[in-house]
């Protein structure tokens, strides 16, 4: 087993206060990882083009390619690109052992990235009611959609 160190540092002087920080997060007892760079295809100047990136299961030998959610302990996708944004699609689902039923979408612009810290439990989604939502559902995958008549680049690293 190994400990996954992330640091996240931000830097800013504002009207000659330093106004930026610094975190460190320590992920114990991870012994798998999924590290990949995905180029996402270009769209053809029409509509959008979408890639699953990445599958989450209750067992692995359920789907092509999948981590055992209860296991995924962090999740970084980063858009590698410096012009063109790209959507993440979160698929989500009752449980590990449920297809998707609902589905989330976040603007991953470039040059950013959107960190989770697991994958069971993460979000929720409410179409009738503007109100927090508390029981949150596992995501079932990611789907990285690129509306652009470019490629774009996607890394993901997923530690479990």
């Known amino acids: 087993m190994a400990t996954l160190n992330v640091t996240i540092?931000?830097?800013l002087t504002l009207n000659?206060?330093?106004?930026?920080s610094k975190n460190n997060l320590s992920?114990?007892?991870?012994?798998?990882?999924?590290?990949?760079?995905?180029?996402?295809p270009a769209?053809?100047?029409?509509?959008?083009?979408d890639t699953t990136v990445a599958n989450f299961r209750t067992l692995v030998t359920t789907a092509d390619s999948a981590l055992k959610d209860d296991?995924?302990?962090?999740?970084?996708?980063?858009?590698?690109?410096?012009?063109?944004?790209i959507t993440l699609s979160l698929q989500l689902a009752a449980n590990?052992?449920?297809?998707a039923s609902t589905t989330a979408s976040v603007l991953l612009p470039a040059g950013q990235t959107f960190i989770l810290g697991k994958a069971v439990g993460v979000a929720a989604v409410d179409d009738d009611a503007a109100g927090a939502v508390t029981s949150l559902v596992d995501l079932e995958s990611v789907i990285a959609v690129n509306g652009n008549n470019?490629?774009?680049?996607l890394e993901i690293f997923i530690a479990s």
């Open 96 to 99: 590990g052992g449920a297809d």
């Open 71 to 85: 296991d995924v302990k962090y999740v970084r996708m980063t858009n590698l690109d410096s012009s063109n944004d």
């Open 150 to 153: 470019a490629i774009v680049s």
């Open 9 to 11: 540092t931000e830097e």
């Open 16 to 20: 000659g206060v330093d106004r930026g």
């Open 27 to 40: 992920v114990g007892s991870v012994t798998q990882v999924l590290s990949r760079m995905v180029d996402l």
């Open 43 to 49: 769209n053809g100047g029409s509509g959008t083009t």
